[in-house]
């Protein structure tokens, strides 16, 4: 018996639950049809509870990478760190062109951090700092197995490439453009390297 759909006779009525994926047109459905709670957005994803969220953490962002070559001072300039917990720096091989000088980052031209002993130029510095932008308070403190500020090591032997890591917590709050300076402290150039930084969030 057919089936009166408004005001038409002869179609046939469409039961509860009988829609198959191959009767869906590809792409038909979109956000406006799915009925997950919060707002669809660039910094949201759909979580398998049905409601859109922000990210709650752990990515992991190239800020920039520095090649420590020549010159007696190399910058990232401009770097956005309202959008991260941590800053991460990855050390290889920066060492001073001649004599013996500590590795110095200076934040906006006024903090500054000295990253422990000295390097000489026939040695050169390998590892990780971890800048911790949730304190209001700077305070360095040196974390390694060795209990020696650093590791140093000829560049060319990789028995001697250790890491070492420091927790450093200052108050960046707010500060959307960043500039972060590495200098050695004696105002020697540097010869060799790269220093790779990251933002965590």
Do not use: H
């Not at 009166?4 to 046939?12: E, L, Y």
């Not at 720096?89 to 934040?107: E, K, M, W």
């Not at 590791?151 to 960043?178: C, H, I, M, P, R």
Request: charged share 10%; proline share 2%; hydrophobic share 40%.
């Amino acid at each position: 018996m057919a089936t009166t759909i408004n005001g038409s006779t002869g179609a046939s009525q469409i039961q509860d639950n009988t829609v198959s994926n191959a009767k869906v047109v590809d792409d038909a459905i979109g956000i406006a049809e799915l009925s997950a709670t919060g707002t669809a957005s660039s910094s949201t994803f759909l979580r398998g509870d049905n409601a859109w969220a922000a990210p709650s953490g752990g990515g992991v962002s190239l800020l920039g990478a520095i090649a420590t070559t020549s010159g007696t001072s190399v910058a990232l300039a401009s770097v956005n760190l309202s959008l991260y917990n941590k800053v991460y720096f990855n050390f290889d091989q920066v060492s001073p062109a001649t004599g013996s000088s500590i590795l110095r980052i200076s934040i906006n031209g006024a903090a500054t951090l000295d990253l422990g002993t000295a390097i000489a130029n026939d040695r050169a510095l390998f590892g990780e700092l971890m800048l911790d932008l949730n304190s209001n308070v700077m305070n360095l403190s040196q974390s390694s197995p060795s209990g020696t500020p650093i590791t140093t090591g000829n560049a060319t032997d990789g028995a001697n490439e250790k890491n070492f890591l420091y927790q450093v917590q200052t108050d960046l709050t707010a500060l959307t453009s960043v500039s972060l300076t590495f200098t050695w402290s004696t105002g020697y150039d540097f010869d060799n390297g790269s220093i790779l930084v990251y933002g965590l969030s």
